[in-house]
């Protein structure tokens, strides 16, 4: 009832920049804290970035200084802005979400993932 789908994913440079975006939809009564989180082959999934709705952040120290996660609650949409990009950077980027949906239950609902290549 709640879907999740990312954009802005390709191939870069190292040193470039690429932005993320993920868009919610469905019956959606509140969406809580949002997130952007990674993984690459033959490694776990990790946590890049949240952000509360009140705009509380959180970075993983890898990305620190060089990422930037934002929202628009307007439009339910989360965003992350990717700058100094690094080869070991190179992942599938999946959105994630804490819902309370139209029926008022809580969901935690994944995007399908965008892939981010830094490669020279």
């Known amino acids: 009832q709640v879907q999740l789908v990312e954009s802005g994913g390709g191939l870069v440079q190292p040193g470039g920049s690429l932005r993320l975006s993920c868009a919610a939809s469905g019956s959606i009564f509140r969406l809580d804290d949002m997130g952007w989180y990674r993984q690459a082959p033959g490694k776990e999934r990790d946590l890049v970035a949240r952000i509360s709705r009140s705009g509380n952040t959180n970075y993983a120290d890898s990305v620190k200084g060089r990422f930037t996660i934002s929202r628009d609650n307007a439009k339910n949409t989360v965003y992350l802005q990717m700058n100094s990009l690094k080869p070991e950077d190179t992942a599938v980027y999946y959105c994630?979400?804490?819902?309370?949906?139209?029926?008022?239950?809580?969901?935690?609902?994944w995007g399908q993932g965008t892939l981010v290549t830094v490669s020279s």
């Open positions: 994630n979400a804490r819902v309370l949906t139209g029926s008022l239950r809580s969901l935690e609902v």
